[in-house]
């Protein structure tokens, strides 16, 4: 089986497409907000990544989302109600830092 450049770069990039999409929404820098339903006072939690898509860098702060429950529409504001600070890497315990003499 004799593959050319083309298809051994799109086939890399699939790949990390997929690994991208699957690992960042999990492990990755996001917050998750605790939202309560206007309509039927639920709350529920909404997963999110700050700047991942246009339409966040466009309305900042507020999402139109679909309540799971009663499934009508409304406007949240997600940095008011984050419940947690975005996942950060942590340190190895036997990890030394060299100081620069």
Known sequence: ????FITVLFLITA???VILM???PRFG???ISRLT???CRKTFNFHWIPGATITSLIRRNYRVLKCPYCHTRSTFDIMATRARAPKTTKV???AKIKAKA
């Not at 089986?1 to 050319?4: G, I, K, Q």
């Open 1 to 4: 089986m004799n593959l050319d």
């Open 15 to 17: 790949i990390g497409f």
């Open 22 to 24: 699957v690992l960042l």
């Open 29 to 31: 820098p996001h917050y």
């Open 37 to 39: 339903c206007p309509s």
């Open 92 to 94: 190895l315990k036997g």
